[in-house]
Antibody
Framework: EVRLVESGGGLAQPGGSLRLSCEGS????????MSWVRQAPGKGLEWVAN????????NYVDSVRGRFTISRDNALNSVYLEMNSLRVEDTAFYYC????????????WGQGVLVSVSS | SYELTQPSSVSVSPGQTATVTCSGD??????VSWYQQKSGQAPILIMY???RRPSGIPERFSGSNSGNTATLTISGAQAVDEADYYC????????FGGGTKVTVL
């Protein structure tokens, strides 16, 4: 069974930093693209970033490029989202997802973790 | 950036057919996925590559994509289908539609 478990959410101040983690199990982690998708409370889904299995390709939505960094450690079956220069508008549930490829077809999702940015 | 447009809401009577559209420039040239999200839950993939259903997704869900519009059809809608539905496609980057709330009443 594929399982994705996020951690690391919480409260941060504007301009602050947080690091999200997502540990995968039940599949060959290193062979899959992984994504982060967020959802502000009461709003729709917004794709944030994705990363290839060998970490050689990474993509970001314009609103986070330069502030967020996606990375992975295949030895630990984990993908990360380092979030810097946080803004109030980054407040959202953050989901990690296992994708079929770079096009974001997300077959499996974690339960999500809440990031709140507030002073 | 690429944009996908969905109606904010669709209502359907039980047993009837619900149609959720997703519009984007030359969308028919791209693969579209659809996700269902029930309140308080993570999304689940219910359609991929326009019209293919993952294992376990009921046959009442079908999809099509042509021209500038992709369509998710729920034939014989049930109360359990009440949820938010999102389309998704790729055009240099991954993009989601704004979501459609489907109400079965």
């Amino acid at each position: 069974e594929v399982r994705l478990v996020e951690s690391g959410g919480g409260l941060a101040q504007p301009g602050g930093s947080l690091r999200l983690s997502c540990e995968g199990s039940g599949f060959s982690f290193s062979t899959y693209w992984m994504s982060w998708v967020r959802q502000a409370p009461g709003k729709g889904l917004e794709w944030v970033a994705n990363i290839k299995g060998d970490e050689n390709e990474k993509n970001y939505v314009d609103s986070v490029r330069g502030r967020f960094t996606i990375s992975r450690d295949n030895a630990l079956n984990s993908v990360y989202l380092e979030m810097n220069s946080l803004r109030v508008e980054d407040t959202a549930f953050y989901y990690c997802a296992r994708d079929a490829d770079y096009r974001g077809e997300a077959w499996h999702w974690g339960q999500g973790v809440l990031v709140s940015v507030s002073s | 950036s690429y944009e996908l447009t969905q109606p904010s809401s669709v209502s359907v009577s039980p047993g009837q057919t619900a149609t959720v559209t997703c519009s984007g420039d030359k969308l028919g040239d791209k693969f579209v996925s659809w996700y269902q999200q029930k309140s308080g839950q993570a999304p689940i993939l219910i359609m991929y590559q326009d019209n293919r259903r993952p294992s376990g997704i009921p046959e009442r869900f079908s999809g099509s994509n042509s021209g500038n519009t992709a369509t998710l059809t729920i034939s014989g809608a049930q109360a359990v289908d009440e949820a938010d539905y999102y389309c998704q496609a790729w055009d240099r980057l991954v993009t989601f539609g704004g979501g459609t709330k489907v109400t079965v009443l």
